[in-house]
């Protein structure tokens, strides 16, 4: 029993990645390009990775223009980096456990890096879940950490994923809603992750972000971070959510569920046959907005189809 009476779960808990965390986990090839914190023409403090800024300078796409400093606020909130500090905020707020999610990895996982090297993204969210995994050590019973895995690396992402599942407390993997801005979670290119997750038993968690981390849908519309933020997180997630030709079956992911029922509502109005073409055939009345899915993957629509 928790604080307040019962059990407070934060669901969505980023950390903060040190800078210093980086030549320690990295192998040594890769070190002498280790992500490094910069500050920017505009005196912004900004992460440094293989020619990509975290967050994104101003300009199509802009991310928080606090930078790395007043985005997740290190500079105020220790906890971000320092697990002895973020237990001690949880005590003071009544938090029993908190799910740990990636921040500046989550442009190497999600495959924005500019040089496309595939191995430096691999080796870049192993480093990353290396740290997490010394992170959470402090507590495994209150700290529970996501893996993040290289998405346009699928055997290393596999690799990862059956890496960090087990006795080192990682509740499931993380990933983005697109992979390279060109691949979303519908794509088969995926499903060799959504088998490892299934014979693991795990949850696949899958999160959008609106920092530079992903290239979002509307992002060269808006130079307000605001705006982008705004608009980037319902629709990623109503493009992930949507079912593909290619069927398989989880038994649990996890994303903001307010984001189903639009794609329930387009997928109870339109129809979409195997040879791509649309159908308009409007849902009769009283029929259920999942009633569609259930057409389209010819099953449960309890099950999620990608």
Same mark, same amino acid.
């Given at each position: 029993?928790?604080?307040? /009476? ?11 990645? *040190? ?9 040594? *090839? ?12 505009? %005196? ?23 930078? =790395? ?7 105020? =909130?220790?906890? %971000? ?11 003071? @707020? ?8 990636? $921040? ?6 999600? /495959? ?22 010394? =992170? ?14 290289? $998405? ?6 596999? /690799?990862?994923? $059956? ?10 993997? @993380? ?8 691949? =979303? ?34 992002? @060269? ?54 040879? /791509?073409?649309?159908?308009? @055939? ?6 259920? *907005? ?17």
């Amino acid at each position: 029993m928790g604080k307040y /009476g019962y059990r407070v779960i934060d669901g969505d808990g980023h950390v903060a990645e *040190p800078e210093e965390m980086w030549a320690r986990f990295l192998p040594p *090839p890769y070190r002498d390009a280790a992500p490094r914190v910069i500050t920017d023409n505009r %005196g912004v403090k900004r992460v440094l990775i293989d020619g990509w800024f975290w967050t994104t300078p101003p300009g199509p796409g802009v991310g928080h223009p606090g930078g =790395y400093v007043g985005g997740p606020r290190v500079d105020k =909130y220790a906890g %971000g980096s320092d697990p002895s500090a973020r237990l001690a905020d949880m005590d003071t @707020e009544g938090i029993d456990v908190a799910v740990l999610f990636a $921040t500046v990895a989550m442009g190497p996982s999600s /495959g924005v890096l500019p040089s496309g090297d595939v191995e430096f993204e691999a080796a870049l969210c192993r480093a990353y879940n290396s740290w997490v995994a010394e =992170y959470a050590a402090t507590d495994r019973a209150r700290l529970k950490p996501v893996a993040v895995l290289p $998405t346009r690396h699928v055997v290393a992402a596999v /690799g990862e994923l $059956t890496r960090w599942i087990g006795d080192l407390g990682f509740v499931g993997p @993380e990933l983005p809603t697109n992979s390279a801005g060109t691949r =979303y979670p519908g794509d088969p290119h995926f499903h060799p992750i959504y088998e490892a997750a299934q014979s693991l038993g795990v949850p696949i968690f899958i999160h959008p972000h609106a920092g530079g981390q992903i290239l979002c849908v509307g992002r @060269e519309r808006f130079d307000s971070f605001f705006h982008g933020h705004m608009i980037s997180f319902p629709f990623e997630q109503m493009i992930a959510a949507m079912p593909s030709r290619h069927r398989r079956r989880l038994r649990a992911v996890s994303a903001p569920a307010s984001r189903v029922p639009g794609v329930g509502d387009r997928l109870g109005a339109v129809l979409v046959r195997a040879d /791509g073409r649309a159908l308009r @055939e409007a849902r009769p009345a009283g029929a259920r *907005p999942e009633a569609a899915a259930e057409r389209l993957g010819e099953g449960s629509a309890g099950d999620l189809l990608v």
